[in-house]
């Protein structure tokens, strides 16, 4: 059986106010929010908090897909991720070209690999991960900090 090349990924939601997106994917549901101080009701992540987990989660699957592929132990991993936005765009104060100015993403391992496999591994994410891709694309620069547990 040949697999497809290209899918549909579906999102629905319902919208009660301004703030509060009530999103279904698939079988999931959760709440794209704003902050109580923004006139939301802080029952989620704000849209562009979301986009920022989605590196995150991104870069684990992706990550841990590479390192099988590659024969490379990272064990488990523990993120964070801090982001320079702009917020011009979304006070529609100016419009903003790259709003996501800049992202540094640490990544801690608990697995055996070396430094020289984790730069591989880089390496190998960079190809792969589409969240990682739209935000280089669109002109975000990413800066990656991958060490382990024990350094």
Same mark, same amino acid.
Not at 68 to 88: P, T, Y
Not at 109 to 119: H, N, P, V
Not at 134 to 144: C, D
């Given at each position: ?18 703030? *509060? ?9 959760? &709440?794209?929010? !704003?902050?109580?101080? %923004? $006139?939301? +009701? ?27 592929? *590659? ?9 964070? &991720?801090?982001? !320079?936005?702009?917020? %011009? $765009?979304? +006070? ?46 669109? $002109? ?12």
């Amino acid at each position: 059986m040949k697999m497809k090349t290209t899918v549909k990924l579906r999102a629905a939601a319902q919208c009660p106010s301004h703030a *509060l997106s009530n999103i279904k994917i698939r079988d999931v549901e959760f &709440a794209i929010d !704003e902050p109580v101080e %923004r $006139g939301g +009701t802080n029952l989620g992540p704000t849209p562009t908090d979301a986009v920022l987990a989605a590196l995150v989660g991104c870069t684990n699957v992706i990550g841990h897909k590479c390192a099988e592929k *590659l024969g490379i132990d990272i064990g488990h991993l523990e993120m964070s &991720a801090v982001c !320079e936005f702009d917020r %011009r $765009g979304v +006070t529609l104060s100016d419009e903003v070209e790259v709003p996501f100015q800049k992202i540094v993403l640490n990544v801690v391992i608990d697995g055996s690999a070396s430094d020289a496999e984790l730069q591989t591994l880089k390496d190998e994410i960079a190809k792969y991960c589409p969240v990682s891709k739209l935000f280089k694309n669109s $002109g975000t620069i990413i800066e990656e900090n991958w060490e382990t547990a024990s350094k």
